[in-house]
């Protein structure tokens, strides 16, 4: 047996025997289950319905807004234009009411886009508002084509609702938003790497640092090589750690199978149609959702999966090696902070690349680019794989991971087998350059 191979055995067999992996790797999910339990549980309870008092010295609104009143509703309307202003006020101030929609007797109709007030101890949400003003702005459209001798009911009938089907140049029809759906399968491949780099990469970092301070990498290092002992970490601790998420992923899906079973509880919430209203819609969506699983039946899903695991690889195998070389290089985690911030500014930067960039378009000179540098790349491309890559951009940029990699291990490799014997001295990036040297 190689000496890498028993390196990365010893290795594995630390991490998985250490008593807070064990802990977290059946605690986690436990944890993960129970949120999502608790959110489902959260879901089925009813909000508190909020009294609203409408007063309406117009007598145009007041029964505009009681219509609106529902049994499941947020928000309850009452009209309160019988009571006085300042009755009302008080109200509020004891919390009777959430809120007062005051609307003022006014000459001119105009004069209301201005002066209506609402009065609440607490600041109303957006769309709260916005939803006020849309049923006084069609109240007081419909006045004024009254007063103008218009035919409201012809203006209506006259109103054009234009719906786009979409089709493609083949004559195949096509659905709205496959490329959200599209994104968010790549951005889901994307995160996950870029979790297991952070998570794992650091665990690689600490390992460094603790044999570091023990002084046991000196009797290690007597008998392998820097480089071997480097490797060895990166891949012992990737095995561990993919062990690790799928007991996560087993345990998981486990549990949320029985909670919902056998407590009755959705652990995804899904919004409460009536009966008539889901079947009317379970009508009218179900030859959509047979396009859209069509559409997503011919995604490149085979490479999808080969290319996660690929960059998964590569891209823990590039980032690991940094995180191994600045564990050599300092005593404890907190001096390790300075070092950590232009490893971790690329993926942040991957991810926003993939969502603001690749939605828009995926083919573009930015996606493609970043799609290509090595640090980036295995998020970046995989949000572009789910539009379709040619492959010889995949190919170009797998060989320029991988060739990075190879690159950055000798690299890092130079600046371990330095700083893993430094004690007792922050390093500054001037005197890491210098050890590239040795």
Same mark, same amino acid.
């Given at each position: ?16 025997r ?18 999502? /339990? ?5 879901? @089925? ?11 309406d ?12 009143n +529902? ?14 202003? +300042?009755?009302?006020?008080?109200? /509020? ?9 005051? =609307? ?26 916005? %939803?006020?003003?849309d ?8 006045? %004024?084509?009254?007063?103008? %001798? ?19 140049a ?7 938003g ?6 968010? =399968? ?28 023990n ?29 690790? #998420?799928?007991?996560?992923a ?5 549990m ?10 959705? @652990? ?17 969506? @179900? ?39 600045i564990?050599a ?32 378009? &995926?083919?573009g @000179? ?11 790349? &295995? ?7 789910? #539009? ?36 007792g ?14």
């Open positions: 047996m190689s000496i890498i191979s028993l390196i990365i055995k010893r290795e594995f067999i630390a991490k998985v250490n008593k807070s992996f064990i802990v977290m790797t059946f605690l986690s999910p436990l944890l993960f289950v129970g949120i999502a /339990i608790f959110v489902g549980y959260l879901s @089925t309870m009813k909000a508190d319905t909020k009294q609203v008092a409408i007063h010295e117009t007598g145009l609104f007041a029964n505009e807004f009681l219509s609106l +529902k049994n499941d509703a947020e928000y309850k309307y009452l009209d309160a234009t019988a009571i006085d202003i +300042k009755s009302l006020k008080d109200s /509020i101030t004891k919390e009777s009411y959430e809120g007062m929609l005051y =609307i003022p007797k006014v000459t001119n109709d105009k004069d209301l886009q201005t002066k209506i007030q609402y009065i609440s101890n607490d600041s109303p949400s957006l769309s709260f508002i916005e %939803n006020i003003q049923v006084i702005a069609k109240k007081l459209t419909k006045e %004024n084509y009254q007063k103008a %001798n218009l035919d409201t009911l012809a203006i209506t009938n006259a109103e054009s609702k234009v719906a786009i089907s979409l089709a493609k083949s004559g195949e029809q096509s659905v709205k496959l490329n959200e759906i599209k994104i968010a =399968i790549g951005g889901a491949f994307g995160y996950l790497i870029m979790m297991f780099i952070i998570i794992y990469g650091n665990m690689v970092m600490r390992s460094v640092i603790e044999e570091k301070t002084r046991i990498v000196e009797i290690i290092i007597s008998s392998v090589k820097p480089f071997q002992l480097m490797m060895g970490k990166i891949i012992g601790t990737s095995l561990a750690g993919l062990l690790q #998420f799928f007991i996560w087993i345990i998981g899906l486990s949320m199978l029985v909670a919902s079973y056998f407590l009755g509880l959705e @652990t995804c919430p899904a919004p409460k149609l009536p009966s008539d209203a889901m079947q009317t819609a379970h009508q009218q969506m @179900t030859g959509t959702a047979q396009m859209y699983v069509q559409e997503l039946w011919e995604l490149p899903i085979a490479t999808i999966l080969i290319s996660f695991v690929i960059y998964f690889i590569g891209g823990y195998f590039l980032y690991s090696s940094f995180y191994a070389s564990g290089a300092v005593d404890n985690e907190t001096d390790s902070q300075q070092f950590l911030l232009p490893i971790i500014m690329p993926l942040v930067l991957a991810v926003y690349i993939g969502f603001f960039t690749v939605i828009n378009d &995926p083919h @000179t930015i996606a493609t680019v970043f799609s290509m540098i090595p640090l980036t790349s &295995p998020i970046v491309m995989l949000m572009r794989i789910p #539009f379709g890559v040619p492959l010889w951009q995949l190919a170009l940029s797998i060989t320029i991971l991988f060739g990075t990699f190879f690159f950055v291990v000798w690299f890092a490799s130079k600046i371990y087998r330095v700083g893993i014997l430094m004690y001295k922050k390093p500054t990036w001037k005197e890491m350059y210098k050890w590239l040297k040795y």
